[in-house]
């Protein structure tokens, strides 16, 4: 019985010290400022680059940023990155202190839509991302991350 109760105290133990050093392990980006509805993007272009590069992989999803602005969409603050070939990607953003920080984990999902026509942008329904209509083909990924993107 000592031993049952010695090895369930150290199991306890052990997943109390892995979550709290998972959760003060987790760093997060701070993208951007929240000022009297103006926003400051503190992450440089390239960066934002190699981050998708890195997440998205060498695929036909690589692209150019042509912009990077922070927009509000049904009501949550996104990182929205255009593409020179028509690509748009929202990085969803969560506001801490007028702080716009990255969003990871299981909620946070940053969807691509590529496309080679007008059209073909990310669009919300309560059964999640889709990218409208395009004038010609239109692709749509949809990632979770753990980790920040742009580390």
């Known amino acids: 019985m000592k ?3 010695t090895s369930l ?4 133990l052990t997943i ?3 979550s709290g050093h998972a959760q ?3 760093t997060v980006s701070q993208v951007a400022t929240v000022k009297n509805g103006d926003h400051q993007i503190f992450i440089p272009t390239d960066k934002i680059q190699t981050g998708l590069n890195k997440l998205f992989g060498p695929s036909k999803h690589d692209f150019t940023i042509k912009s990077v ?3 509000t ?3 949550n603050f996104f990182l929205e990155v255009l593409g020179v070939t028509n690509e748009t990607c929202l990085i969803p953003l969560t506001e801490k202190d007028g702080k716009l920080v990255e969003t990871i984990g299981a909620g946070a999902q940053i969807v691509m839509c590529a496309g080679k026509g007008d059209g073909c942008k990310p669009q919300l329904t ?3 991302w889709y990218c409208s209509d ?3 083909e239109c692709e749509k990924s949809v990632t979770v991350t753990d980790h920040s993107i742009f580390e």
């Open 134 to 136: 395009s004038t010609e």
């Open 3 to 5: 031993t049952i109760i």
């Open 126 to 128: 309560e059964k999640g």
């Open 69 to 71: 602005s922070v927009i």
């Open 73 to 75: 969409y049904e009501d």
């Open 24 to 26: 003060t392990g987790l």
């Open 16 to 18: 109390v010290a892995v």
């Open 9 to 12: 105290l150290t199991a306890m």
